[in-house]
């Protein structure tokens, strides 16, 4: 197969990045939309309990269990909830939507919006990029972690069963990433109830546990954490590595914020989940102080022993909920990618009729390969949870610098305020990254390690895409002119012919082509464009601009937003001030097809453009993409070097 890239390539703005989100916003009640959002953002972090206390202790850095220590920690996790979640991502980020969309790629497009032309906004674009390859890494360990960690429960009740952990792990993750092609819709609509009965259930035994030892509830006092840390800095440093693991998934609530709406977020995090997980830690830490045996497992102990197995099911359930969020955030992530122009065209099938209900079979697969293979090496949760927090704070770090701009540009906050706030942000998420990178021998070089591979993949995408578009550029003719001269020096034929071009300007190579070799034009020429926006969505008045050039020549500009679906056939439908209504069966669409020929030439290194042809042969194809009819395709090639 030839190194070809298309010159049908959407037209995008200058880079951008990525977070999940979805397509699509939900109607129905506040309540409603609440339980709806319990069911999808909250299972990251709704599982937490699992593992994350147990961590803090018997991980990789163990702290004395002690009083001193589990009060400490229980106030650290608190008020890491109250301060990361609940004021920076629930009250502070959620504010900054792009037209009610949320995620660090629907940011990064309205950041980009106000930094074009500014020297420092490569710099803020590179950083989403990488908080976006980040991402692709939680997305591989939030599946191996969530489920490990429920099924270990299997080995805390019955002993003897330890050996059959991983194979279980491995086989409910395989039948997992195989219902994806079938799509989640019907079985999303119990995600809500069942996440409802897992908070319900892990509060419930949290307070009963707190009953038993009532003084407890004051470790959430902050004295408890600073006293922590003056009596003992080091370990009480340490120790953050894995009490992060308490806000593992923050950034779900401001990504899912275009499926459900600000408010049905907020008060589902407010009344129901904050309450829940506090009361579940508050209930570890008083089984702990009472009996320091349950350290294997405080989750698992606080169940009487008559509902031990029904908690390993309901907890399992919500493993796999938390599991099919993050596997249905990277569809949504690489969806948006592709359009902004970061990711090589993949083929998306959409499984529902509502929008966002997308399966995207090459990262379905890459997903689960990754997946099985952590689960494989790593063979514990305790393992993987040295890897698991790098991930998370790196991208929480970074949401810091997109909030600093949000800030300064977008809302022109005053300096000391926005300086304040920030400096808080950069203090705890800084410590929390600081504290982790510690881990890296452990496994915390599994998220680095994919961070900077999906990071170069990314970048070297985008960078070969600009410079194959500056190459076709060059030479190029002006429509004004091209039409003038073509239209005396060629034969017409009836019909409608589609250059597809990716750029605004200049004459596609394909129609070049055509008229060189076969010396034929038809009856109506339409040079094409395909843009995606800075915005989720474009309104429908906003979808199509036409210029005409007389002679039966015009250059149309379809537009989509980064979360739409390309479907031009679809958009062509409603174009009018184009002559007469598109027919489909009376239209040929022209593609141009550059051959990549790796050079010398200055712009990228030589195994990056290798690297770059790669990828090209790997894209699916610009017919597939934008849904164009099969038997009315006709594509021209050349050679290229960039």
Not at 111 to 123: A, C
Not at 499 to 509: D, H, I, K, L, R
């Amino acid at each position: 197969m030839s190194n070809a890239v298309s010159d049908a390539e959407p037209a995008s703005g200058a880079a951008h990045s990525a977070g999940h989100g979805h397509a699509g916003h939900s109607h129905g009640s506040l309540m409603k939309l609440a339980v709806g959002a319990i069911g999808v953002v909250f299972g990251d972090i709704g599982t937490s309990p699992l593992y994350a206390l147990r961590d803090t202790f018997a991980g990789h850095h163990k702290l004395p269990l002690d009083l001193l220590h589990i009060y400490g920690i229980i106030s650290l996790m608190f008020w890491s909830m109250m301060i990361i979640v609940t004021f920076k991502y629930v009250s502070i980020i959620m504010r900054a939507d792009n037209k009610g969309e949320g995620g660090s790629l629907a940011l990064l497009a309205l950041i980009n919006q106000h930094t074009d032309g500014k020297r420092w906004g490569r710099g803020i674009i590179l950083l989403g990029v990488f908080a976006t390859a980040l991402f692709y890494g939680d997305s591989m360990i939030t599946p191996a972690v969530s489920v490990m960690g429920a099924i270990e429960g299997v080995a805390v009740y019955r002993p003897d069963m330890h050996p059959l952990i991983v194979p279980l792990v491995v086989g409910i993750l395989i039948g997992l990433f195989f219902i994806q092609s079938r799509g989640t819709e019907k079985v999303a609509t119990f995600f809500g109830p069942i996440m409802l009965l897992y908070f319900g259930t892990i509060a419930v035994l949290g307070a009963f546990s707190i009953a038993e030892y009532p003084q407890v509830v004051s470790a959430l006092s902050p004295h408890h954490a600073i006293t922590m840390f003056i009596a003992d800095p080091w370990r009480g440093f340490l120790a953050m590595g894995a009490a992060v693991l308490a806000v593992t998934g923050a950034e779900a609530l401001y990504a899912d914020m275009g499926h459900f709406g600000r408010s049905p977020i907020r008060m589902s995090w407010l009344v129901f989940v904050l309450s829940a997980l506090v009361l579940n830690y508050l209930g570890q830490a008083s089984l702990l102080i009472r009996n320091p045996a349950a350290l294997e497992s405080p989750f698992y102990y606080l169940a009487p022993e008559w509902f031990q197995w029904p908690l390993l099911f309901i907890a399992s359930c919500a493993a796999v909920i938390a599991s099919q969020a993050v596997i249905s955030g990277a569809f949504s992530v690489t969806q948006q990618a592709i359009q902004l122009g970061f990711i090589p065209r993949m083929t998306i099938k959409h499984t529902s009729t509502a929008a966002g209900q997308i399966y995207i079979p090459v990262i379905n697969w890459a997903l689960m390969i990754a997946v099985i293979l952590l689960v494989l090496v790593f063979q514990r949760s305790s393992n993987l949870t040295a890897a698991y927090g790098i991930a998370v704070t790196g991208a929480m770090l970074i949401d810091n610098f997109l909030l600093a701009v949000v800030l300064f540009k977008l809302w022109q906050w005053k300096a000391p305020v926005a300086i304040a706030m920030l400096a808080l942000f950069f203090a705890i998420d800084g410590a929390y990254l600081g504290a982790n990178m510690t881990k890296i021998p452990d496994g915390g070089w599994v998220p680095l390690v994919m961070g900077v591979a999906i990071f170069t993949l990314l970048t070297t995408w985008s960078r070969g895409r600009a410079l194959m578009r500056e190459n076709m550029a060059e030479g190029t003719i002006p429509l004004e002119v091209f039409t003038k001269s073509a239209h005396s020096s060629a034969a017409r034929v009836s019909g409608t012919a589609i250059f597809m071009a990716s750029t605004a300007a200049g004459v596609p190579s394909a129609l070049l082509h055509n008229i060189k070799h076969n010396k034929v034009l038809h009856e109506r020429v339409v040079i094409l464009t395909v843009s995606i926006e800075d915005v989720p969505y474009v309104d429908e008045g906003e979808r199509y601009s036409v210029k005409d050039f007389g002679n039966g020549f015009y250059r149309l500009t379809l537009r989509f937003g980064f979360l739409e679906e390309t479907d031009v056939p679809g958009a062509l439908k409603g174009v009018s001030m184009c002559g007469e209504p598109f027919n489909m069966m009376k239209t040929s669409f022209f593609l141009s097809r550059q051959t990549l020929i790796p050079s010398d030439k200055p712009g990228m290194a030589l195994w990056r453009e290798k690297l770059f042809a790669w990828m090209l042969r790997n894209a699916a194809s610009a017919m597939e993409f934008f849904r164009l009819p099969t038997n009315r395709v006709v594509e021209l090639g050349s050679q290229l070097k960039i």
